[in-house]
Nanobody, 128 residues
């Protein structure tokens, strides 16, 4: 079972930035697809961004385009989500998920069903 743990959430003012981290445990995270999802209160979980195995491809949900960046650090077995120009509507619990078809390196899926291992989430609150 792949295990991932998120961190880096917190309270930030509108226009501020946060960097979320997703650390893999017991496996090499870079060899799998990794995605970030988020869930706001009383809303469905939505896809934020994904990264294919070995980081060859990335994809972003509409709300994240132009403001968020997904990246990886192999030495730390970590995938990051850099979030800039945060807005109150970015508030929610952010989840890291790993899985996918490791043989596919040129694209990744922004769908929950593509990922089998999920973290517990980290809370992001954007408020003045």
């Amino acid at each position: 079972q792949l295990q991932v743990v998120e961190s880096g959430g917190g309270l930030v003012q509108p226009g501020g930035s946060l960097r979320l981290s997703c650390v893999g445990s017991g496996f090499t995270l870079n060899k799998y697809h990794v995605a970030w999802f988020r869930q706001a209160p009383e809303k469905f979980r939505e896809a934020v961004s994904c990264r294919s195995s070995f980081g060859d491809a990335t994809n972003y949900g509409e709300a994240a385009k132009g403001r968020f960046t997904i990246s990886g650090d192999n030495a730390k077995n970590t995938v990051y989500l850099q979030m800039n120009n945060l807005k109150p509507e970015d508030t929610g619990v952010y989840y890291c998920a790993a899985g996918g078809d490791r043989t596919i390196r040129n694209w990744c899926r922004l769908e929950e069903a593509a990922y089998g291992s999920w973290g517990q989430g980290t809370q992001v609150t954007v408020s003045s």
